[in-house]
């Protein structure tokens, strides 16, 4: 059972365009944190988000966190190359473990 | 600032063989964390540490693996035999504070069993 789940797994779309990758739980976080993983290396943290309806922009990105701390989403204007690389997301239940989302693979073709 | 440091990045060996992977999390952290990426299975936690003890190894997929934290700055992942179902990457990450802590990855370690 996917736990944190990730939409869409793939995507591809053009340089300047905007798109959304979603992640969606029933579970509720008490903090959900967003990575960026480029080929041959490991996740690189983006952004956590903590409090219900919390945004955070970093740059082109916008992170939202929703209002009962169940899912999230990143948004990404005028896509640039790169941008390219494997989002994922993750989950704390304020445990000892992440809930790892399966990941969105983002290609920006230029 | 050195990051989360792993060895060897590239590991090609036969069925059967004994792997040890390795792993120097970064200074100041107090917990570690093995994962497994696939594309199949993607991102799993294999183990956990805390202050240089397993907390959780529930992830581990069986006998055949093994981890030890000797001290704070070391940690091994090791799979004997290993079997063509473990070629994966496999990560070493580092927190502060326990798993709620920003987890900071290594470069990880491809492995392939033939």
């Known amino acids: 059972t996917q736990l944190l789940e990730q939409s869409p797994q793939f995507l591809s779309i053009q340089e300047g365009e905007n798109l959304t990758v979603y992640c969606n739980s029933s579970s509720v976080f008490s903090s959900l944190q967003w990575y960026r993983q480029e080929p041959g290396e490991g996740p690189v943290l983006l952004v956590t988000?903590?409090?219900g309806g919390e945004v955070k922009k970093l740059k082109r990105l916008t992170f939202q966190f929703g209002d009962a701390r169940k899912d999230s989403s990143l948004h990404i204007t005028a896509a640039q190359p790169g941008d390219t690389g494997l989002y994922l997301c993750?989950?704390?239940?304020?445990?000892?473990?992440?809930?790892w989302g399966a990941g969105t693979k983002l290609i920006i073709k230029p | 600032d050195a990051g989360v440091i792993q060895s060897p990045r590239h590991e090609v060996t036969e069925m059967g063989q004994e792997v040890t992977l390795r792993c120097k999390p970064i200074?100041?952290?107090?917990?570690l964390f093995w994962y497994r990426q696939t594309m199949m299975r993607g991102l799993e936690l294999l183990i956990y540490f805390n202050n240089n003890v397993p907390i959780d190894d529930s992830g581990m997929p069986e006998d055949r693996f093994s981890a030890k934290m000797p001290n704070a700055s070391f940690s091994t992942l090791k799979i004997q035999p290993s079997e063509p179902r473990d070629s994966a990457v496999y990560f070493c990450?580092?927190?502060?504070?326990?798993?709620?802590?920003?987890?900071?990855f290594g470069p990880g370690t491809r492995l392939t069993v033939t």
């Open positions: 988000v903590v409090t």
């Open positions: 993750a989950g704390d239940r304020s445990n000892y473990q992440l809930i």
């Open positions: 990450a580092s927190s502060f504070g326990g798993n709620r802590g920003e987890q900071y």
């Open positions: 200074s100041g952290h107090n917990s």
